[in-house]
């Protein structure tokens, strides 16, 4: 399903230990091979192994106007991105490591695309959500006003 959310009154939330990524230079050789070591072993949130990107397709995206939200401490403990290349910023691939699920990390990596949308006065994201990820919907819904929309709404 994809979705519209306007972040109008959305109020900034602190989040820690997290990193800004625009340039895939900027990540270090070892946070680099544990990017790679996940998304060789990278499983869905039912433990579920299935391929979302190799290490190429990061230093793609990080070449093609994509914002990395990284959350490291010692170990990364996941990421998503903004793709900054449709008519709205638009959300993508949120991911949590295996062992640090079910510590809200999810909801700390919406908070921080969420607050740096706001910081750079942005409004309004896109964003899609697979069918089978309930979760995800009350995140969104209680953070803006919140629509679904068609895949053709989503285009400059």
Same mark, same amino acid.
């Given at each position: ?11 900034? $939330?602190?989040?820690? #230990? ?12 070892? @946070? $680099? ?7 060789? !072993?990278? @499983? ?21 106007? +994509?914002?990395? =939200?990284?959350? %490291?401490?010692?170990?990364? &403990? *996941? +990421?998503?991105?903004?793709? +900054? ?6 959300? &993508? !691939?949120?991911?949590?490591?295996? &062992? =640090?699920?079910? @510590? *809200?990390? *999810?909801?700390?990596?919406? !908070?921080? $695309? ?17 069918? +089978? !990820?309930?979760?995800? #919907?009350?995140?969104?819904? @209680?953070?803006?006003?919140?629509? %679904? ?8």
């Amino acid at each position: 399903m994809h979705y519209e959310v306007d972040l109008t009154d959305y109020k900034q $939330r602190e989040v820690v #230990n997290h990193l800004i990524i625009n340039d895939y230079e900027e990540l270090t050789s070892s @946070q $680099r091979q544990l990017i790679n070591y996940e998304l060789v !072993n990278f @499983q869905d949130s039912f433990g579920k192994p299935w391929k979302e990107f190799t290490i190429n397709e990061l230093s793609y995206r990080l070449s093609t106007n +994509w914002t990395m =939200f990284l959350i %490291e401490d010692l170990e990364i &403990k *996941g +990421w998503s991105f903004i793709d +900054w290349n449709y008519k709205y910023p638009y959300l &993508k !691939n949120r991911y949590v490591c295996p &062992k =640090f699920r079910g @510590q *809200g990390l *999810g909801t700390e990596l919406m !908070n921080m $695309r969420f607050n740096y949308l706001k910081e750079k006065n942005h409004n309004t994201f896109y964003g899609f959500v697979e069918d +089978w !990820n309930k979760p995800a #919907n009350p995140i969104l819904q @209680q953070e803006g006003i919140w629509k %679904e929309i068609s895949m053709n709404d989503i285009y400059k």
